[in-house]
Nanobody
Framework: EVQLVESGGGSVQAGGSLRLSCTAS????????MGWYRQGPGNECALVST???????YYTDSVKGRFTISKDNAKNTVFLQMNSLKPEDTAVYYC???????????????????????????WGQGTQVTVSS
């Protein structure tokens, strides 16, 4: 069974840091492209960052320079290090496994969080991040 389990969410003050983890099972992790999405109070699902099977990364503009995505293939885990957090980063953060490698951005940028579609093989359950001012 394919599973993605997120952890590391919580409440912090603005300027603080959190590290999210997403541990995978049931598939060949090091062959997969992975991503982090977030769904804020307005309920819009937004792509935050991606990492390809060979560790190429992408960040949405609002998190560049503050967030870092990485992975540990030996632990089947992808991480999202979030620094200099802002209140607008408050959201439920989801980990996702893409069904195909190197999907173009226009196919993965605007989606419904946690909905398995032709481009998404799996989603995690989500972890809440709350940043207070």
């Amino acid at each position: 069974e394919v599973q993605l389990v997120e952890s590391g969410g919580g409440s912090v003050q603005a300027g603080g840091s959190l590290r999210l983890s997403c541990t995978a099972s049931g598939f060949t992790f090091d062959d997969s492209d992975m991503g982090w999405y977030r769904q804020g109070p307005g309920n819009e699902c937004a792509l935050v960052s991606t990492i390809t099977y060979d560790s190429s990364t992408y960040y949405t503009d609002s998190v560049k320079g503050r967030f870092t995505i990485s992975k540990d293939n030996a632990k089947n885990t992808v991480f999202l290090q979030m620094n200099s957090l802002k209140p607008e980063d408050t959201a439920v953060y989801y980990c996702a496994r893409f069904r195909y490698r190197r999907l173009p951005l226009f196919l993965i940028a605007r989606v419904t969080c946690a909905l398995r579609t032709s481009n998404f093989a799996a989603w995690g359950q989500g972890t809440q991040v709350t940043v207070s001012s």
